[in-house]
């Protein structure tokens, strides 16, 4: 893999006219990637999905270059259409459209020619290889004091021309003080057997809010990894709410700092999987200084041979007195190959805090189907109807209703 | 309406039944009494269909074979059972529980199913008559409930839903006078010449409430006597122990 990733590398170098800057800091981060290469299971933060297994196991003949330069067509019907929104859409990982149409022009800005930065996490090599072989880094600016009208979409599409190809995509994502947004990701795969990377950044400064949803419900073969690192100042807001679904393998990773007082951090995820789909949520909620609340709700439903992977780290400063941390994970396991494992961890510097956590998991409760089968229901309908009240409290926890009914409409609940 | 002839069953090798027999004709109510492990709440698990029995034996309501039917087509044909423990079911709303059960039972006898409109009229007027608070409706079905409520809320299914054979597996336990009185009238107020009970219990209380036609007292897996109504009260004088 190591000639192909050089031979890739210097492709892209030749084909894109990035700034000597960037050359180095990509030269650089190439050189670290080919140090470290994919993550595997000694990893204490990959131990329950060893990546550079899953890519080996899945994807025949990986290559890191892709000519960006033809632009690719749009599948319309993918668009959300029962909701107004702005969107950003990814084809293969090309920019095909930006479309602020619903918001005030001078109120949002768009980078596209920007420096690249160090990861900040230095023993993440995907950040590395991200950073390496990412083609064009946006950076989407909200100015102080505005709220977005509408929801911002950013699709991700990937089409039946790319194969066996690593995508990686890199956005910044700047709230300045008072300003809000609402952020739906959708992914839609018509692709095979790709490895996605994304990198995500958020920078929610005083009195922000950062609603975002991320969707990724299409049954594809890709193997996906999404790391969001997301920033809080003084009395800002963050809502995550993660359906992880579709991909033969995702692992979304959240490394939430509370750097403000009075920040609160809300994570909420739904694994519904079949087959062999793979999944794994990662937490970093880091309490930085006092007074800040996070809280975490994640369930899973497991059929086929699938597995769902929960790690949830909450970490509290030793200034971060009066710090309210909760975390809650549960899975249903619909038969015996199904396998959910769930790492809370708590690690705690100060002496004045709230922190809890919990986890449960087992199999469909005979009993209850029993009682709904009585009252004339078959066993499908009594099943069905068990699971969505299962996954309805993760559901309700999105403030937004309007998205909230979306994303009902999307899972059938 | 029910014939059970000879039904034995066992559950890990362990007879509870044995050599049990009943019939029960339309609009008759009959109640079972007997001690703790007598095998009453088997028997009714046996007749809404619950798995984990070796049965044997025959079972036919109104003359089909009970055997062949799933737990759900038992409840289409018009078995009710309302349950000793209702199960609390998190995330599914009592009113959308009700309209689905409802549609279910109404689609396998091929009847029209009812609207939201339709329903909701059809729930309110029978939460009105067994003075059920109508606010729990919308609560997530049986969470939360008290042990009252939820005893209630099986005989408000009950209602909504009329069965043929309605089966009370000791819905009196654990209810205070009120809700006693409230759950009598809503039997009461179901019996019609078509409808019959099969109330299962302990006590001879309940009975003061609903009157049964006849009265079976249940040891060890099979009834020993069965009479009218004053055995119930010959039994709650003398006690189980003195009776066999």
Known sequence: ?413 | MLKIKNLKADIDSKSILNNFNLQIKPGEVHAIMGPNGSGKSTLSNILSGKKGYDVSGEILFENKNLFELEIEERAHKGIFLAFQYPLEIPGVNTNIFLKTSLNAIRKARGEKELDAIEFLKLVKLKAKELKFDEEILNRQLNVGFSGGEKKKNEILQMSILNPKLSILDETDSGLDIDALKIVADGVNSLRKKDNSFLIITHYQRLLDYIKPDYVHVLMEGKIIKSGGPELALELENKGYENFN
């Open chain 1, 1 to 413: 893999m190591e000639e192909q990733l050089k031979i890739d590398f210097e492709k892209l170098l030749e084909n894109s006219n990035f700034s000597k800057k960037n050359v180095e800091i990509k030269r650089k981060n190439f050189n670290d990637f080919i140090e470290k290469g994919f993550p595997n299971r000694r990893e204490e933060n990959w131990k329950f999905s060893d990546l550079n297994q899953i890519i080996s196991k899945n994807i025949k003949n990986l290559s890191f270059y892709h000519d960006l330069s033809k632009p690719n067509k749009i599948d319309q019907s993918i668009f959300i259409d029962s909701l107004e929104h702005n969107k950003l859409v990814f084809v293969n990982g090309r920019i095909e459209k930006i479309e602020f149409d619903y918001e005030e022009k001078n109120k949002i800005q768009i980078l596209d020619d920007l420096v690249l930065e160090k990861p900040n996490n230095a023993n993440n090599s995907l950040l590395f290889l991200n950073n390496a072989f990412v083609s064009k880094y946006f950076k989407l600016i909200v100015k102080k004091n505005y709220s977005l009208l509408k929801p911002l979409v950013i699709y991700n599409i990937t089409n039946k021309d790319l194969v066996s190809k690593s995508v990686n995509l890199k956005v910044d994502i700047l709230l300045e003080e008072n300003s809000s947004l609402k952020l739906i990701e959708l992914s839609n795969d018509k692709s095979t057997t790709n490895f996605i990377n994304i990198n995500y950044n958020f920078d929610v400064q005083k009195n922000s809010i950062l609603k975002n949803y991320k969707i990724d419900n299409n049954s594809n073969s890709n193997v996906k990894y999404c790391f969001n690192n997301i920033n809080q100042d003084t009395n800002s807001v963050s809502e995550i709410f993660l359906l992880s679904s579709g991909s033969e393998f995702i692992k979304n990773e959240i490394n939430c700092n509370l750097n403000g007082k009075y920040a609160s951090a809300f994570v909420n995820g739904i694994f519904n999987l079949n087959e062999t789909k793979h999944h794994e949520i990662k937490t970093n909620i880091n309490h930085i200084v006092e007074n800040t609340k996070s809280y975490q709700l994640i369930k899973g439903v497991l059929e086929d041979k699938s597995k769902a992977v929960y790690q949830g780290k909450i970490f509290v400063e030793s200034k971060a007195q009066k710090t309210d941390g909760y975390q809650l994970s549960k899975a249903i396991l619909l038969n015996d190959n199904t396998e959910f494992n769930a790492k809370p961890e708590l690690e705690i510097y100060a002496d004045d805090v709230k922190c809890s956590h919990g986890s449960a998991s087992g199999s469909l409760n005979e009993d209850s189907i029993f009682y709904l089968m009585s009252r004339g229901l078959n066993y499908q309908e009594a099943k069905k109807l068990l699971i969505n009240g299962f996954l309805l409290d993760v559901v309700e926890k999105i403030t937004d209703t309007e998205i909230k009914n979306l994303i009902k409409n999307i899972i059938n609940l």
